[in-house]
């Protein structure tokens, strides 16, 4: 049982950083608050004895948190990338 565990569980971890590359910025930024979030709210929790639920509330708070980082990210910088030009959005190179 322990020895499948010893390398179930790094699969696991690979496979779920694995998902997480063609996230646009805003998933991102809120998947990552809440990871945050549930870590240290699990930690926090543990020491009053309910890990579950402080971990829980940590991923609520880290999810908002992350998604007000990201909006101020937006607000601040206009957004993600630079806007396209000309009609179209075709980047301003002319007709095709």
Avoid: H, K, W
């Avoid at 322990?2 to 991102?28: E, F, K, V, Y």
């Avoid at 998604?67 to 009609?87: C, F, H, I, K, V």
């Amino acid at each position: 049982m322990i020895r499948s565990a010893r390398i179930a569980l790094p699969l696991i971890a690979a496979l779920s950083l694995g998902a997480c590359a063609d996230m646009n910025p805003q998933a991102r930024n809120v998947v990552g608050g809440t990871a945050g979030g549930a870590a240290l709210g699990g930690i926090i929790g543990s020491f009053s004895g309910n890990a579950g639920f402080g971990a829980l509330l940590g991923a609520g708070a880290g999810a908002g948190a992350g998604y007000l980082y990201d909006q101020s990210q937006r607000n601040s910088y206009g957004g993600y990338g630079p806007e396209p030009r000309g009609r179209g959005g075709r980047g301003g190179y002319g007709r095709y």
